[in-house]
T-cell receptor, first 114, second 112 residues
Framework: EAGVAQSPRYKIIEKRQSVAFWCNPI?????LYWYQQILGQGPKLLIQ????????DSQLPKDRFSAERLKGVDSTLKIQPAKLEDSAVYLC????????????FGQGTRLTVV | GENVEQHPSTLSVQEGDSAVIKCTYS??????FPWYKQELGKRPQLIID?????GEKKDQRIAVTLNKTAKHFSLHITETQPEDSAVYFC???????????FGAGTQVVVTP
C-alpha cells in the first residue's frame, strides 16, 4: 500500500513569514496526527484528527499554528507568523483507527526559520 | 493526560551485547505500548508493540516486557549489531482515546 505522503520535504523561510505543509495519509486511515520534532528530541504531538474532526490540539500553539483536514482525507498545517524556534521536522502520521493500532509516518518536512 | 518517561537518553553497547531501554507511564488505563525506531534523517517506524493483556512479546532479537502494576515497560535488544544504531522511542496509549505521546527517545550506539 502507498505510504503517508508529505510535501514539501524541505522549506527555508524568514521569521515572520508564513508556511504551509501538506499531508496525504494512507487511504482509509481515519486518524491523522501532526508532530513537531525538534533536533534531538522526541516527536511532540501538535494535533490529532479523527476523520475531519479534531480529537486533541492541546499542544498546538493556536496563536500561530492552524490545521485542517477537509473531507477527512488530506490535511494542511500552517504557521503564521513563523518564529526561529519553529525550526524542526514536521511529521504527519496516520492510523486505521483511534487508539491501539500502528501509526505510519511520512518522511516529514524539515523547516528552517532564519 | 498520559506522560511517558524514557531512560537512558543515550546507550552505548559493544556489538553482540544486549541493550535495554526502560519507560514508565502515568495513565493506568493505557493498554497499548508501541516502540519505534528512527534512523538518522528517516521517519519513525514501528519495531514491536505490546498490549496490556500480555506481559512479554518477542520478535527475533527484540523483546518487550510490560509490568502493569508498576506501570513500566522495557525494550530488550539481544546480540546487537551496528544496524541497531538509531534512536528508539516508546509510547503508551489508552485505547479509544489514541493520543500517541512519545518518550524523549534513547540514542543507541553499537560499536564494532
Amino acid at each position: 500500500e502507498a505510504g503517508v505522503a508529505q510535501s514539501p520535504r524541505y522549506k527555508i523561510i524568514e521569521k515572520r513569514q508564513s508556511v504551509a505543509f501538506w499531508c496525504n495519509p494512507i487511504s482509509g486511515h481515519a486518524t491523522l496526527y501532526w508532530y513537531q520534532q525538534i533536533l534531538g528530541q522526541g516527536p511532540k504531538l501538535l494535533i490529532q484528527f479523527q476523520n475531519n474532526g479534531v480529537v486533541d490540539d492541546s499542544q498546538l500553539p493556536k496563536d500561530r499554528f492552524s490545521a485542517e483536514r477537509l473531507k477527512g482525507v488530506d490535511s494542511t498545517l500552517k504557521i503564521q507568523p513563523a518564529k526561529l524556534e519553529d525550526s524542526a521536522v514536521y511529521l504527519c502520521a496516520s492510523s486505521s483507527d483511534r487508539g491501539a493500532t500502528e501509526a505510519f509516518f511520512g518522511q516529514g518536512t524539515r523547516l528552517t526559520v532564519v | 493526560g498520559e506522560n511517558v518517561e524514557q531512560h537512558p537518553s543515550t546507550l552505548s553497547v559493544q556489538e553482540g551485547d544486549s541493550a535495554v531501554i526502560k519507560c514508565t507511564y502515568s495513565d493506568s488505563a493505557s493498554n497499548y505500548f508501541p516502540w519505534y525506531k528512527q534512523e538518522l534523517g528517516k521517519r519513525p517506524q514501528l519495531i514491536i508493540d505490546i498490549r496490556s493483556n500480555v506481559g512479554e512479546k518477542k520478535d527475533q532479537r527484540i523483546a518487550v516486557t510490560l509490568n502493569k502494576t508498576a506501570k513500566h515497560f522495557s525494550l530488550h535488544i539481544t546480540e546487537t549489531q551496528p544496524e541497531d544504531s538509531a534512536v528508539y522511542f516508546c509510547a503508551a496509549i489508552r485505547d479509544s482515546w489514541g493520543k500517541l505521546q512519545f518518550g524523549a527517545g534513547t540514542q543507541v550506539v553499537v560499536t564494532p
